[in-house]
């Protein structure tokens, strides 16, 4: 199981390093969401925006074509704002080794502050009223809030 979830995260920081969207993808996404939701997703990192966008395109490869979902899956780590590599590679590793470890140095005051550990910790009940604030469904603000549930891979 472990082997598996690094082999994952492998995979998955490959896809980081592919970089930013390209200007054929950009139609698609811009299609799926209204204009307020498509600012949010302009406001995340490059990175976060493409791992939303393969998770997309995974849904979308499955048949999925429900535009709450689509849009979900675009906005689901809306709420790392910003969060940089680093504190994004921490948290994976951190939760690979002990995740009682990382939830108790993300509360920490200062340290999950400071190593980005908290917003990791709360993002998607972030990323939820952030939808929320820009009109977004009430379904796609609860998928986005609820996606950590059982049975879906670890962030």
Do not use: C
Request: no cysteine.
């Amino acid at each position: 199981m472990l082997v598996e979830r690094w082999l994952y995260r492998a995979r998955q920081a490959g896809k980081v390093r592919a970089g930013k969207l390209t200007r054929q993808e950009w139609p698609e996404v811009k299609e799926v969401m209204s204009p307020p939701l498509f600012d949010l997703f302009l406001s995340m990192r490059g990175i976060a925006q493409r791992h939303g966008y393969d998770v997309y395109r995974m849904l979308r490869s499955q048949g999925w074509t429900d535009p709450d979902l689509l849009a979900a899956a675009l906005l689901h780590d809306v709420g790392k704002g910003r969060l940089n590599v680093a504190s994004r590679a921490l948290w994976v590793l951190l939760g690979a080794w002990s995740k009682g470890l990382r939830e108790r140095l993300a509360l920490h005051p200062v340290l999950g502050r400071w190593l980005g550990l908290r917003v990791n910790l709360y993002h998607a009940a972030l990323g939820s009223e952030l939808v929320h604030q820009a009109q977004g469904s009430l379904i796609t603000a609860w998928l986005i809030e609820n996606h950590e549930l059982q049975g879906h891979a670890d962030p």
